[in-house]
């Protein structure tokens, strides 16, 4: 079974950076795209970003391009959300999951029901003063 674990959540000012951190178990993630998600309380789960299995292309929602960037670690083979200016309403579980196709990561973040993969268990980033 592919699983994924989530880290680096926590509690972060306004204004403030938080950097997320996706990794397997029990296969590599650099063969496959991967897509991180969120969801704010009473609210359905929404894509934020990916990256790509392949030639590394990213995309990311209107809501947080030029703020989020998705990563590879090759050292570590973690994907990683790099979050900066966070704004209150960033907060929420946050989702990594995997699919060895770029494509269906790309529709997931879109909003497009499909099955992936992998996910992860979520983390918690809570954005606060």
């Known amino acids: 079974q592919l699983r994924l674990v989530e880290s680096g959540g926590g509690l972060v000012q306004p204004g403030g950076s938080l950097r997320l951190s996706c990794a397997a178990s029990?296969?590599?993630?650099?063969?496959?795209?991967v897509g991180w998600f969120r969801q704010a309380p009473g609210k359905e789960r929404e894509g934020v970003g990916c990256i790509s299995g392949s030639d590394g292309k990213t995309y990311y929602v209107d809501s947080v391009k030029g703020r989020f960037t998705v990563s590879r670690d090759y050292v570590k083979d973690t994907v990683d959300l790099q979050m900066n200016n966070l704004k209150p309403e960033d907060a929420g579980v946050y989702y990594c999951?995997?699919?060895?196709?770029?494509?269906?990561?790309?529709?997931?973040?879109?909003?497009?029901?499909?099955?992936?993969?992998?996910w992860g268990q979520g983390i918690l980033v809570n954005v606060s003063s």
């Open positions: 999951a995997a699919d060895r196709s770029t494509i269906v990561v790309v529709d997931a973040v879109k909003g497009t029901p499909v099955n992936m993969d992998a």
């Open positions: 029990g296969f590599s993630l650099k063969y496959y795209a």
